[in-house]
T-cell receptor, first 113, second 112 residues
């Protein structure tokens, strides 16, 4: 069974630009969660999508948004990038969300200059 | 307001000895706890979990202990091996929101 894939793996943007990250969950999984990892804050929850609906949301500004498609693939968008958005963005898929086991992708490392 | 705290950013342990990673939480509504391990350039991988109805769960070299009254859990790795060098994240689920809250992680170095 293929694992969780994230594209691109690395991205360099400048302040004010916008970026879209993509996540393909494990086949059959309907829940996709997004996390931001920074050295100072650890892993912080951004949002979770389940069957194309946002089910949970963390404490991030509205510049961070996402969506999920009918095939469970998910995209995360960050608009008006700030230097502090530089981080590793991880996506995790699980069968049903909640307590079902999460499988993480390798992440997308975003650098904002 | 950090609900899950890992107060040691790093820990060094001799190979063959016991590694003990600690985690504290503040929300008494949490009822399921997980440990993840992360190598550089890879996503976290699930290691072991424990439900709040238990106080211990064991899986091979890994044991997680839960002390609900102290709102504290710990991960014991015995014996520690070089491949255990990684960042370990403690996470909790439950409470008002149906999402997993992670700690900031502890970097474990296993010394030869």
């Amino acid at each position: 069974k293929a694992g969780v894939t994230q594209t691109p793996r690395y991205l360099i943007k400048t302040r004010g630009q916008q970026v879209t990250l993509s996540c393909s969950p494990i086949s059959g999984h309907r829940s996709v969660s997004w996390y931001q990892q920074t050295p100072g804050q650890g892993l912080q929850f951004l949002f979770e999508y389940f069957s194309e609906t946002q089910r949970n949301k963390g404490n991030f500004p509205g510049r961070f948004s996402g969506r999920q498609f009918s095939n469970s693939r998910s995209e995360m968008n960050v608009s008006t990038l700030e230097l502090g958005d530089s981080a590793l963005y991880l996506c995790a898929s699980s069968a049903t969300g909640g307590l079902s086991e999460q499988f993480f992708g390798p992440g997308t490392r975003l650098t904002v200059l | 307001d950090q609900q899950v705290k890992q107060n040691s950013p790093s820990l060094s342990v001799q190979e063959g000895r016991i590694s003990i990673l600690n985690c504290d939480y503040t929300n008494s509504m949490f009822d399921y706890f997980l440990w993840y391990k992360k190598y550089p350039a890879e996503g976290p991988t699930f290691l072991i979990s424990i439900s709040s109805i238990k106080d211990k769960n064991e899986d091979g070299r890994f044991t997680v202990f839960l002390n609900k009254s102290a709102k504290h859990l710990s991960l014991h790795i015995v014996p520690s091996q070089p491949g255990d060098s990684a960042v370990y994240f403690c996470a909790a689920w439950g409470g008002r929101d149906d999402k997993i809250i992670f700690g900031k992680g502890t970097r474990l170095h296993i010394l030869p």
